[in-house]
């Protein structure tokens, strides 16, 4: 599976919108993008996900670059519970074993 | 509640001995992960199982780890003989479906294993 980049750390104000970049230049043409975050003491939640054409729902907006080699997730009024750690998975999705290879994610810190 | 549910929430264990931690995962969830967490570290995989089968244990850092799913429901990790290097948040994940765009993994919120 793919690797990301992402910044180990961003600060974000309430209220605003909080852009977290990833980098994949090495993704392939049927690797996916996943976004999970890890709120303290809690396990990994899933956020969004998508191929290639934009995406949004409830949580979250997911923009992926033409060429795929990036995206950047966009929490759009981020609030004080949205503290968290964001993780940008990359991977194939197979018929069986779909396991996710997490790397250190973006500590994003919503302050008031 | 609907969500993935593991026990106990915390263990603590004195170096040697045997520890075995449950995940009960989203009823009709076809596959079961388990992972593990190191302080201040992204989760790192360890095994998986589609129903009762283990598919994959590659993670699995030593003959010391053994998880089980007999029934394709609960499933337990053992940890054998513990040692201090292993404790850590052990998480436990399920998703509904393989190889489609709506396996999202669900995550319960981890048993953290402290070996003393």
């Known amino acids: 599976d793919a690797k990301t980049t992402q910044p180990p750390s961003m600060d974000c104000a309430e209220g605003r919108a909080a852009n977290l970049p990833c980098n994949h230049s090495t993704i392939s043409g049927n690797e996916y993008v996943y976004w999970y975050r890890q709120i303290h003491s809690q396990g990994p939640q899933y956020i969004i996900h998508?191929?290639?054409n934009n995406e949004t729902n409830e949580m979250a907006s997911l923009i992926i670059t033409e060429d795929r080699k990036s995206s950047t997730l966009i929490l759009p009024h981020a609030t004080l519970r949205d503290t968290a750690v964001y993780y940008c998975?990359?991977?194939?999705?197979?018929?069986?074993?779909?396991?996710?290879?997490f790397g250190g994610g973006t500590r994003v810190l919503v302050k008031p | 509640g609907a969500g993935v549910s593991q026990s106990p929430r915390y263990k603590v264990a004195k170096r040697g001995q045997d520890v075995a931690l449950r995940c009960d995962p989203i009823s009709g969830h076809v596959s079961l992960f388990w992972y593990q967490q190191a302080l201040g570290q992204g989760p790192e995989f360890l095994t998986y199982f589609q129903n009762e089968a283990q598919l994959d244990k590659s993670g699995l850092p030593s003959d010391r780890f053994f998880a089980e799913r007999p029934e394709g429901s609960v499933s337990t990790l053992k940890i054998q003989r513990t040692q201090q290097e292993d404790s850590a948040v052990y998480l436990c994940?399920?998703?509904?479906?393989?190889?489609?765009?709506?396996?999202?993994?669900?995550f319960g919120n981890g048993t953290r294993l402290t070996v003393t």
């Open positions: 998975i990359v991977y194939m999705i197979k018929a069986a074993g779909n396991k996710l290879t």
């Open positions: 998508g191929l290639k």
């Open positions: 994940a399920s998703s509904l479906v393989q190889g489609s765009t709506n396996s999202a993994l669900h």
